[in-house]
């Protein structure tokens, strides 16, 4: 079983539809990060949290320590929202070497549709 | 603008070479980090430098070599001991150590003809 889990694995919306992103862990955390990755490979952070809620713009990021659950949420989809979407958390136990490292969601790949 | 710039963005190479990527800073980062992506996988932690001088080995070292002697270049090496190179690399850092927002380059993928 992978310490991260995302749903969906893949998500096709029309644009402006409400579309939600979860992530669910097993592991003791400090921090979640939300990543999304484009079509090119880069990656940019959209959220790092360690309780409750941060907006920005359109995107809104919660997160529930006792479940050990995280949810990305994008309002008025848009076509260049399409992405995937990658949630990481950094453990508090050793992993890959180092306490502290970071545990990587396999991502969600999102398309907006026109 | 701050940030990681990567190159090459791709790069091919024949077996039994070894491959160096390279991975430069200007955001005045003490950490920086290298991982691989394979299809349908999560990003897998090949080397970290929490300092100048200093790395430590990931999940997936082998056949993978690095060195941190400037603040600003953390350059990966792809060895021949490295049995399937082929992926997708990413390098990243924050302020510190395991703390902070991740910032990622753009990548470099590397195919192994």
């Known amino acids: 079983k992978n310490e991260v889990e995302q749903s969906p694995q893949n998500l096709t919306a029309q644009e402006g539809e409400f579309i939600t992103i979860n992530c669910s862990y097993s592991?003791?955390?400090?921090?979640l990060h939300w990543l999304q990755q484009h079509p090119g490979g880069g990656i940019v952070s959209l959220f790092m949290l360690s309780s409750g809620k941060k907006k920005h713009g359109r995107l809104i990021a919660t997160i529930n320590i006792q479940e050990k659950h995280s949810s990305l949420h994008i309002t008025a989809s848009h076509p260049r929202d399409s992405a995937v979407y990658i949630c990481?958390?950094?453990?508090?136990?050793?992993?890959?070497?180092?306490?502290?490292?970071?545990?990587f969601g396999k991502g969600t790949k999102l398309s907006v549709k026109p | 603008d701050g940030g990681i710039t990567q190159s090459p963005k791709y790069l091919f190479r024949k077996e039994g070479q070894n491959v160096t990527l390279s991975c430069e800073q200007n955001l005045n980062h003490d950490a920086m980090y290298w991982y691989r992506q394979d299809p349908g996988q999560g990003l897998r932690l090949i080397y970290y430098?929490?300092?100048?001088?200093?790395?430590q080995k990931g999940d997936i070292a082998e056949g993978y070599s690095v060195s941190r002697e400037k603040k600003e270049s953390f350059p990966l090496t792809v060895t021949s001991a490295q049995k399937n190179p082929t992926a997708f690399y990413l390098c990243?850092?924050?302020?510190?150590?395991?703390?902070?927002?991740?910032?990622f380059g753009e990548g470099s993928r590397l195919t192994v003809l």
């Open positions: 990243a850092s924050t302020k510190s150590k395991n703390t902070g927002e991740l910032f």
């Open positions: 990481a958390v950094r453990s508090l136990m050793n992993y890959g070497g180092s306490q502290g490292n970071l545990i």
């Open positions: 592991v003791g955390i400090s921090a």
């Open positions: 430098s929490q300092i100048v001088n200093d790395f």
